[in-house]
């Protein structure tokens, strides 16, 4: 028999065996639930199934971890067992005690019927599977046991096909290195002419190579010579555009302050004037506005200096806010 022929009796066994546990607990439940009912409080008498249910998930339980722990070759000890025959008992005595109680023996045995078939078929299901996984395995080993023979024997006609492979190189090599023994002599003779040949070339050849050498190195000084005046040319180009640079920047420099000193005498001299007599023309009061403006003047006061009216001063202190930061007096004017 080989392993598929195996699992398929082991399902077979699985399957019939919750066929029974299914209809053995289906039984049991239509059997205990009117008992529990006539010896439960009548308030209370919606209860009755749960005592059966109860019995039947532990039947279901060990029925379960039975057939995994067989097929896993473990034994769970004495507890497993007493579980299983008081799972067993329970449901046989609770079966039969309606027809015991009424001394009807005829009741007893057909109710004994699915309780007893149920622990015979977890003991049988029990030791069907762990027979089952003992041929299981030792089925294995002998496969394994097989296909290490297999394995060893193609070993052993690798070997002996790699020594007849390794005498058969050695037995080629030795001729050929024999052969290449004898071609290295006539080829040592002919290199030895060779190398007279090419030792007299070479020497032509450096003595040419040295005279070109000379000649380069010779070029090489000129035109480091050329490039370190040209360097030094350029060096002092860049530094008379620097100082030309540095000159522009500060004549720059100091026509800005020389422009930023006058426009604020020119403020100081607006702002001195005090309040005018006389309304300023436009030009005028606008420069004094924007003088206003750059010394934060408030705005009524900037319109008794030009002469002109708070609004319109207002105006003008609202184009110098958009404008940005102050202007000199040439520009806000």
Same mark, same amino acid.
């Given at each position: 028999m080989n392993g598929v022929q195996i699992r398929s009796a082991e399902r077979a066994l699985s399957v019939g065996t919750w066929l029974i546990v299914g209809g053995a607990m289906l039984y049991s439940v239509l059997t205990v639930t009117p008992l529990m009912a006539a010896h439960t409080p009548a308030e209370w008498r919606w209860t009755s199934p749960i005592l059966p249910l109860v019995v039947d998930a532990a039947v279901v339980i060990v029925v379960r971890l039975d057939s995994v722990l067989a097929r896993l070759g473990g034994h769970g000890g004495r507890w497993p067992v007493t579980l299983r025959w008081m799972t067993g008992g329970m449901t046989l005595a609770l079966n039969v005690a309606d027809s015991a109680l009424r001394k009807?023996?005829?009741?007893?045995?057909?109710?004994?019927?699915?309780?007893?078939?149920?622990?015979?078929?977890?003991?049988?299901?029990?030791?069907?599977?762990?027979?089952i996984t003992n041929a299981l395995a030792a089925h294995q080993e002998r496969e394994r046991?097989?296909?290490?023979?297999? #394995? +060893? *024997?193609?070993?052993?006609?690798?070997?002996?096909?790699?020594? $007849?492979? =390794?005498?058969? /190189? %050695?037995?080629?090599?030795?001729?050929?290195?024999?052969?290449?023994e004898h071609e290295a002599s006539l080829a040592r003779e002919q290199a030895e002419r060779e190398e007279r040949a090419r030792r007299e070339e070479r #020497? +032509? *050849?450096?003595?040419?190579?040295?005279?070109?050498?000379?000649? $380069?190195? =010779?070029?090489? /000084? %000129?035109?480091?010579?050329?490039?370190?005046?040209?360097?030094?040319r350029e060096r002092d180009a860049a530094a008379r555009m620097e100082r030309e640079r540095r000159e522009r920047e500060e004549r720059a420099r100091r026509e800005q302050r020389e422009e930023a000193e006058r426009a604020e005498r020119e403020r100081a001299e607006l702002l001195a004037a005090g309040p005018a007599l006389v309304k300023q023309s436009e030009e005028q009061a606008r420069k004094t506005v924007a003088a206003a403006y750059a010394a934060s003047v408030p705005v009524r006061q900037a319109a008794e200096l030009c002469g002109w009216s708070v609004g319109w001063v207002s105006s003008r202190y609202q184009e110098l806010r958009d404008q940005g930061p102050a202007q000199p007096l040439e520009e806000a004017a």
């Open positions: 009807d023996l005829v009741g007893v045995a057909v109710h004994a019927v699915a309780p007893l078939l149920l622990i015979v078929t977890a003991e049988t299901g029990l030791a069907y599977r762990r027979a046991a097989e296909r290490d023979a297999r #394995e +060893r *024997a193609a070993v052993e006609r690798a070997d002996a096909a790699e020594k $007849r492979a =390794r005498e058969a /190189r %050695e037995f080629d090599a030795r001729m050929a290195r024999e052969q290449r #020497e +032509r *050849a450096e003595a040419v190579e040295r005279a070109e050498r000379a000649e $380069r190195e =010779r070029a090489e /000084r %000129e035109r480091e010579q050329q490039r370190i005046e040209r360097e030094r």
